[in-house]
């Protein structure tokens, strides 16, 4: 079984992020998506809230599972076994700073393989930024979040 792990903060899991999944389905049997999380920091949604989010995004997907880290994602797939990383792209400026963050973690663990799945164009512009500014401002995340999650109802947590 070829599994993969998806790792990110996910603050909060976009439609974007739910693009680059599907995608990464059609590669692999089995996807974690791994939320990592810092101790230290606050986030707009905390750890366990992000993943109620994620788990509500991918109700009734074979292969997805969802998991919280800290620390290096590369232990993590260590860890679990796992020898392929995911990350998503939008842009050009993504490509640039996570083929960095790649060399950085082969060098660390080269076993681990770095797999780009880029969005689709539809979703490119997406961030979890621009949904937090959305939120935070009180406009409507219709289009920006996966189709079966209504945001608002996290907000009250």
Known sequence: MKQAIFPGSFDPFT???????????????????????????KGFFDADTRIEIIKKATE???GVSVCKYEGLTVDLCK?????????????????????VVAQANQKLAPDILTVFIPASGEYSFISSTVVRDVLIHGGNTKGFMPDNVNVAEFLKK
């Open 79 to 99: 860890r679990m076994g796992i020898s392929y990383m995911i990350r998503g792209l939008r842009t050009t400026t993504d490509f640039e700073m996570e083929s």
């Open 15 to 41: 439609a974007g992020h739910m693009d680059v999944l599907r995608s990464a389905l059609k590669l692999f049997d089995n996807v974690t998506v791994a939320v990592g999380y810092n101790s230290s920091k």
């Open 60 to 62: 009734g997907m074979k």
